[in-house]
């Protein structure tokens, strides 16, 4: 009986563990309500449901611990659906689904990427929520790391990239 008590033990710490190592994820709105209180930066996956490479990236990227880690320590993290069908206000402006033939946009992701909407889009802004960057395309784990490596910090400001990723050590 004891060895079936500790055995269930072990299986929720875990459970528990691997509970907490996600990225904590938060709507738009409200990674911009958390931000007006304490400001950071913010993070935006921009993804569709149909979108095989956006699923692969959250399988494969955002899974890793490390990258979890640093994005939950720098950023305030969005996931946000490139077809979100509700409204989105934002700025005193309200964002809305765009019909546009079989499908459709939500027009703050189309906003943001200035039209050019691509999946998985990165999108990278300062805790005054201006744009520094939006990388289009999959990222694998170790592209990915360095990324956000340079976005987290004031790096981008002060290097330029080809100078920090020739400098980057990986914790992969």
């Excluded at 149909?50 to 939950?72: L, Q």
């Excluded at 809305?96 to 050019?116: D, I, S, V």
């Amino acid at each position: 009986m004891k060895k079936l008590a500790f055995l269930l033990i072990i299986i929720v710490s875990i459970t528990n563990l691997n509970a907490q190592d996600t990225i904590k994820w938060l709507s738009f709105e409200d990674a911009i309500a958390l931000n007006k209180k304490t400001p950071k930066p913010i993070l935006i996956d921009v993804y569709t449901d149909w979108c095989g490479y956006c699923k692969k990236m959250d399988m494969e990227t955002y899974s890793n611990s490390r990258i979890i880690k640093v994005i939950n320590n720098n950023f305030y993290a969005v996931k946000l659906d490139g077809e979100e069908k509700k409204d989105i206000v934002y700025n005193e402006h309200t964002f809305k689904f765009q019909k546009n033939g079989r499908r459709g946009f939500h027009q703050l992701p189309a906003t943001l990427l200035n039209g050019k909407l691509s999946y998985p889009t990165t999108i990278f802004l300062t805790e005054t929520e201006e744009l520094i960057q939006s990388i289009p395309g999959y990222l694998d784990k170790k592209t990915f790391e360095k990324i956000v490596g340079y976005f987290s910090s004031d790096n981008y400001k002060t290097t330029n990239w080809k100078d920090f990723e020739k400098d980057f050590k990986s914790n992969l």
